[in-house]
């Protein structure tokens, strides 16, 4: 029973670039929520995706957006890059946007 | 005001030793609960999930959650080295609403 996957592990980019992480969920799950965790911190939620359709969306400014897939997976897009981007990206999946939630390892962006 | 406070450390115990993890939150909305325990380069791992006050326990693992006082705890007990690690505390008010994470309790457990 595969686990949520996220792709690619790494990334380094430079200020102003754009960049799309990959998640796929849990098998059986149908909802995905993206978390930004800078170092030393707690996750912070981004958003949420039911439905193809973005339910949810936490403190973050439209740089940050996102797409859900037919087959439930997902895409978190970042556009114009800051220094302060810099973060683990971690995708959750869930059943029906319900408890509990299963995270991925994460995408780790690093910034130049 | 944060929706969720969380004690940072680091916390540093014994082999063997009981560790007490805890967390405040603001709103009494709340109704969810959980732990999780992030070790590092990896994404969190669910621990614990509660949905109501009281007491869950899962093997060396109870969670305590008290909503008169808007406060959780979790204890580990017989604690070993390989339960080092950061631990996450998670709350929200459940489907299609958003959860929010403490700031992590860092743990060391020293053989």
Redesign the interface.
């Known amino acids: 029973d595969a686990g949520?996957t996220q792709s690619p592990t790494h990334l380094i980019k430079t200020r102003g670039q754009q960049v799309t992480l990959r998640c796929s969920p849990k098998s059986g799950h149908d909802t995905v929520?993206w978390?930004q965790q800078a170092l030393?911190?707690?996750?912070?939620?981004i958003f949420?995706y039911?439905e193809e359709e973005e339910?949810?969306r936490?403190n973050f400014p439209d740089r940050f957006s996102g797409h859900q897939f037919p087959n439930y997976s997902s895409e978190l897009n970042v556009n114009a890059l800051l220094l302060g981007d810099s973060a683990l990206y971690?995708c959750a999946s869930s059943k029906?946007?319900?408890?509990?939630?299963?995270?991925?390892?994460?995408t780790?962006l690093s910034i130049l | 005001q944060k929706e969720v406070e969380?004690d940072?450390g680091p916390l540093s115990v014994p082999e063997g030793a009981i560790v007490s993890l805890n967390c405040t939150y603001s709103n009494s909305a709340f109704q969810?609960f959980?732990w999780?325990r992030q070790y590092s380069?990896?994404?969190?791992?669910?621990l614990m999930?509660t949905y109501s006050s009281g007491n869950k326990e899962d093997g060396r693992f109870t969670a305590q959650v008290d909503k008169s006082s808007k406060y959780i705890s979790l204890f580990i007990r017989d604690s070993q080295p390989s339960d080092s690690a950061t631990y996450?505390c998670a709350i929200?008010k459940?489907?299609?609403?958003?959860?929010?994470?403490?700031?992590?309790t860092s743990l060391t457990v020293i053989p």
Request: net charge positive; hydrophobic share 20%.
């Open positions: 949520v929520s978390y030393g911190q707690g996750p912070q939620f949420q039911y339910r949810q936490g971690l029906n946007g319900g408890q509990p939630q299963h995270f991925g390892d994460g780790r | 969380q940072p969810y959980m999780y380069r990896k994404g969190p791992e669910l999930y996450l929200g459940g489907a299609g609403n958003q959860f929010y994470f403490g700031t992590g």
